[in-house]
Nanobody, 128 residues
Framework: QVQLVESGGGSVQAGGSLRLSCVAA????????MAWFRQTPGKEREGFAG????????VYGDSVKGRFSISGDNVENTVYLQMNRLKPDDSAMYYC?????????????????????WGQGTQVTVSS
């Protein structure tokens, strides 16, 4: 059973920054795809950043490209999401997810069915 624990959410003014963290169990973090998703009430969940914990190679959705950065720490089994130039539209519950790419090295956060394990989420609120 994968355990993913997110932290780092909070309230910030537009233009500000936050860094989210997601700690995973070692045997589930290694050589897996890790990704960040977000969801607001009434909207579909959006996968917007993914990374392979061994090969690297971050993949971003258009809505965050150039503002957000995903990275991994293979010692701490932790994936981070650095969020800069935040906008009110970025307000959402943010979730960390993990999935086994079965030897592949490309971790698209939009890949259907790839991410099977989820954290409980951390809330991000951006005020104008």
């Amino acid at each position: 059973q994968v355990q993913l624990v997110e932290s780092g959410g909070g309230s910030v003014q537009a233009g500000g920054s936050l860094r989210l963290s997601c700690v995973a169990a070692r045997d589930q973090y290694s050589r897996n795809c890790m990704a960040w998703f977000r969801q607001t009430p009434g909207k579909e969940r959006e996968g917007f950043a993914g990374i392979h914990t061994y090969y690297g190679g971050a993949v971003y959705g258009d809505s965050v490209k150039g503002r957000f950065s995903i990275s991994g720490d293979n010692v701490e089994n932790t994936v981070y999401l650095q969020m800069n130039r935040l906008k009110p539209d970025d307000s959402a519950m943010y979730y960390c997810a993990a999935g086994d790419p079965y030897g592949g090295g490309y971790c698209d956060p939009r890949a259907p069915g790839l991410y099977k394990h989820w954290g409980q989420g951390t809330q991000v609120t951006v005020s104008s």
